[in-house]
């Protein structure tokens, strides 16, 4: 029975990942992602679990990657340093097709930057997972249930089409309490036949040979090989476009005015939304819930004839989904951005005023 | 007439692809004979991380996995903690173990995960084309330090063994040396001392083997057993050191 | 009576073994084997006692030892 509980959303996030069958964590403390650790430090064991404090972001990502291919599931959380830290093994699992979950807790900014929310990281997790291309299923979650829900779901995703599967909350939704409702527990599935995993062999079975560059295959050259692979791997990419692509359409079928945004901002947004119909204003959100697949077709079919103009709202200076938003929309609307950097909240009555000029 | 020594099963029906008298090639046949001396060739998985110890995996029949490079300690503890009951051995070059992967390698042996690290040591980076390693012995000449690795400026050869010996967790420390047939034979002794630890009693077990690059030590492979002697066994003498 | 055989697919002629037989009874080929390396030839079979010194050195599992 899924039961109702008031949650943190780090610990929320968690819970909802023991809940999900992950029975190894690694983490490496990082504000604001260090509740999420706490957490699991106590309540991994008890869910019978592994729980490592690495001793880097860098070791914590490889000894996820270590038990997925001993078959468990699987996951690591950090925020923007810590995730710089992890790419070159995010880089390796996508050549793996290793299925595991990694949650950033997003703070501001680069380098050290400010350790409040922010959606800083945009850019590096949905424009390819470290070197080489490849990438992974990104999710944005606007809320504390939202953030369960697909964690709940995220390694059978993860699991289906072999890859990493990135969720992407912030300190804000890390920090807040919310009352949520928790799914019940699931059974992990057996994943020691899966070619990603090693040990256990039954009789008979012929070695794993894991490599994150698949060398092998019907082509005659390991360079050959690699690019056919790869371009396999292009294939499933391209069917997350028709299969997987989620978003959310708030209050858009009578809206003149549009605000694309996700996660937090998106939340926020929805308050000035509110606010502003009562002054009788049609606005309505469009919110991306996957950021990879991108849903870009949603964004192209956006009506000119319709929609007077789109303001993007996010929070991140320099902006980056904004610039995304664009690319996919009709040149003929008119988009405005509303951002917010340096770990600040965008405010609803900002975005509200910001509409208010495109009218 | 009977056959009293060949090619182990465990080994790939495949020559491998190391340089001649490479002696990666005698320690994965070492690990191959203890295997299955010990019965665990069917069960036995292996972490064969970025350097020359990658070509491992395509010439035995264990499972193996890669790791980026340096990072064995951490994708080996991940695994070997979610597979308790399954015999692991990482085995790491020198550059990998001691110089970028020297966190894992340390935390790994602090923690006293229940692995055993091989670590060839033939003091160069091999795969690269013999650049400066850790374990560059001083005034050796490498394609980094073409008039002779420096003291000052670059440091003294890391060695390893003793550092991770230094340790309290660690049940099992040791050097051994490839360069002849009674080391090779006290090798494989330790190999299989280390894999016995692991499954019987559990503990981190190291195990470091002084290993010829003779393509980039630009010596003939036949030289490379009497330099090993004279030289580089000043440097990282042999014996056990912790078990 | 002993033997050794060679498996010259196998044998890069390192000459590792040449140097450790007691007998020295091990040498290179004047022939070439598939890989360009002159593999490593028993000259003298009759003097093998088979110690196994040559295939315990062997990096390439070439040898195997009869006896």
């Given at each position: 029975m899924s039961e109702k509980v008031v949650k943190k959303g780090n610990e929320a996030i968690c819970e909802a990942a023991i809940r999900a069958g992950c029975r190894f964590f690694?983490?490496?403390?990082?504000?604001?992602?260090?509740?999420?650790?706490?957490?699991?430090?106590w309540r991994m064991p008890e869910a019978g679990g592994v729980f490592v404090q690495a001793e880097s972001e860098v070791s914590a990502i490889n000894m996820v990657a270590g038990s997925a291919m001993a078959g468990t599931r699987a996951m690591t959380a950090t925020s923007g340093?810590?995730?710089?830290?992890?790419?070159?093994?995010?880089?390796?699992?996508?050549?793996?097709?290793?299925?595991?979950?990694?949650?950033?807790?997003?703070?501001?900014?680069?380098?050290?930057?400010?350790?409040?929310?922010?959606?800083?990281?945009?850019?590096?997790?949905?424009?390819?997972?470290?070197?080489?291309?490849?990438?992974?299923?990104?999710y944005g979650p606007e809320s504390i249930q939202e953030s369960i829900d697909i964690m709940y779901e995220s390694w059978d995703l993860a699991e289906k089409y072999r890859t990493p599967v990135i969720i992407m909350t912030d300190g804000v939704m890390g920090q807040m309490m919310e009352q949520v409702e928790m799914p019940d527990y699931k059974e992990a599935p057996d994943l020691s036949d899966q070619p990603y995993v090693a040990g256990k062999r039954k009789d008979g079975r012929k070695k794993h040979l894991i490599m994150d560059s698949p060398y092998f295959g019907p082509m005659p050259t390991q360079n050959d090989n690699l690019e056919y692979n790869y371009a396999e791997y292009e294939k499933v990419y391209e069917s997350w476009e028709e299969n997987e692509v989620r978003y959310e359409e708030y209050m858009m079928e009578d809206a003149e005015y549009l605000i694309v945004a996700w996660g937090t901002s998106a939340r926020v947004a929805k308050t000035a939304i509110r606010h502003l119909r009562e002054q009788g204003i049609k606005v309505g959100l469009f919110r991306p819930i996957t950021l990879v697949p991108f849903p870009k077709k949603q964004l192209q079919a956006i009506d000119k004839n319709k929609i007077k103009g789109i303001l993007t709202v996010e929070m991140s200076v320099p902006s980056q989904f904004h610039n995304e938003v664009v690319h996919y929309i009709d040149k003929d609307i008119k988009v405005e951005k509303y951002r917010r950097g340096g770990g600040n909240m965008v405010l609803d009555e900002e975005i509200e005023e910001c509409v208010k000029k495109m009218l | 007439m009977e056959c009293i020594y060949t090619k182990s099963k465990a080994l790939s029906a495949v020559p491998t692809s190391f340089c001649p008298g490479c002696m990666h090639g005698t320690a994965i046949k070492l690990i191959a004979e203890v295997s299955e001396e010990l019965g665990i060739e069917n069960d036995l998985v292996v972490v064969a991380p970025i350097g020359c110890a990658v070509f491992m995996g395509a010439f035995v029949e264990f499972d193996s996995f890669g790791s980026p490079h340096g990072r064995?300690?951490?994708?080996?503890?991940?695994?070997?903690?979610?597979?308790?009951?399954?015999?692991?051995?990482?085995y790491q070059g020198d550059g990998d173990c001691a110089s970028i992967g020297l966190a894992e390698t340390m935390h790994a042996a602090n923690r006293g995960e229940n692995f055993t690290v091989v670590m060839i040591n033939n003091q160069v980076y091999g795969m690269t084309g013999g650049q400066a390693a850790p374990t560059t012995l001083p005034g050796q000449k490498t394609t980094t330090s073409p008039a002779g690795r420096a003291i000052e400026g670059t440091g003294y050869p890391i060695r390893l063994a003793e550092l991770i010996a230094e340790l309290k967790a660690p049940k099992y420390v040791t050097r051994q040396s490839l360069h002849t047939p009674k080391n090779v034979l006290a090798a494989k002794k330790a190999i299989k001392?280390?894999?016995?630890?692991?499954?019987n009693e559990g503990g981190y077990s190291f195990v470091e083997l002084m290993s010829a690059c003779p393509t980039n030590w630009k010596i003939d492979p036949k030289d490379a057993p009497k330099y090993m002697e004279d030289v580089v066994l000043k440097e990282f003498p042999v014996?056990?050191?912790?078990? | 009576m002993a033997k050794v055989e060679i498996d010259v697919n196998y044998c890069k002629g390192c000459g590792l073994?040449?140097?450790?037989?007691?007998?020295?009874?091990?040498?290179?080929?004047?022939?070439?084997?598939?890989?360009g390396y002159n593999y490593a030839e028993q000259i003298d079979a009759e003097k093998c006692t088979a110690c196994k010194l040559c295939a315990i050195m062997c990096p390439d599992a070439a040898i195997s030892v009869y006896k």
């Open positions: 690694s983490g490496y403390p990082i504000t604001p992602q260090t509740t999420a650790t706490e957490y699991l430090s340093p810590g995730l710089s830290l992890m790419t070159e093994t995010l880089s390796v699992m996508a050549g793996t097709r290793l299925p595991a979950v990694i949650v950033n807790i997003q703070r501001a900014g680069a380098g050290i930057g400010a350790i409040t929310g922010n959606q800083s990281d945009f850019y590096m997790v949905t424009k390819t997972l470290g070197h080489g291309g490849l990438t992974g299923l990104v | 064995p300690g951490a994708t080996g503890t991940g695994f070997k903690r979610s597979n308790p009951d399954v015999p692991l051995i990482l001392k280390a894999l016995e630890i692991q499954i014996g056990d050191l912790k078990g | 073994c040449f140097g450790v037989c007691p007998k020295n009874i091990l040498k290179a080929s004047e022939d070439v084997n598939a890989k």
